[in-house]
């Protein structure tokens, strides 16, 4: 059984940073995608970021672009999100994902983490 646990989250003031992990269990993830998501209260779950997990490529959405990071641990199983120059419109709950490669929709997925932005 695939386990995601986010970690990491907290109140923060604009122009901080913050390292979101996620630990992932139950399987390898050699030909996995995984991927961040954020929802803020009243709007839809916003794409973040993924990263391919067997080459290490990442791809982020448009808001994040230049600001935030994606990596992995392959000897941790864990993926982080390091968020620099952080806005109040970052503030969401921040879940991690996971998919084979094979597919479009991600199977599992994480509890959440809350990030507050302050300004």
């Known amino acids: 059984q695939v386990h995601l646990v986010e970690s990491g989250g907290g109140l923060v003031q604009a122009g901080g940073s913050l390292r979101l992990s996620c630990a992932a269990s139950?399987?390898?993830?050699?030909?996995?995608?995984m991927g961040w998501f954020r929802q803020a209260p009243g709007k839809e779950r916003e794409f973040v970021g993924t990263i391919r997990w067997s080459l290490g490529s990442t791809y982020y959405a448009d808001s994040v672009k230049g600001r935030f990071t994606i990596s992995r641990d392959n000897a941790k199983n864990t993926m982080y999100l390091q968020m620099n120059s952080l806005k109040p419109e970052d503030t969401a709950v921040y879940y991690c994902?996971?998919?084979?490669?094979?597919?479009?929709?991600?199977?599992?997925w994480g509890q959440g983490t809350q990030v507050t932005v302050s300004s």
């Open positions: 994902a996971a998919r084979p490669e094979i597919v479009t929709t991600y199977t599992y």
């Open positions: 139950g399987r390898t993830f050699s030909n996995y995608v």
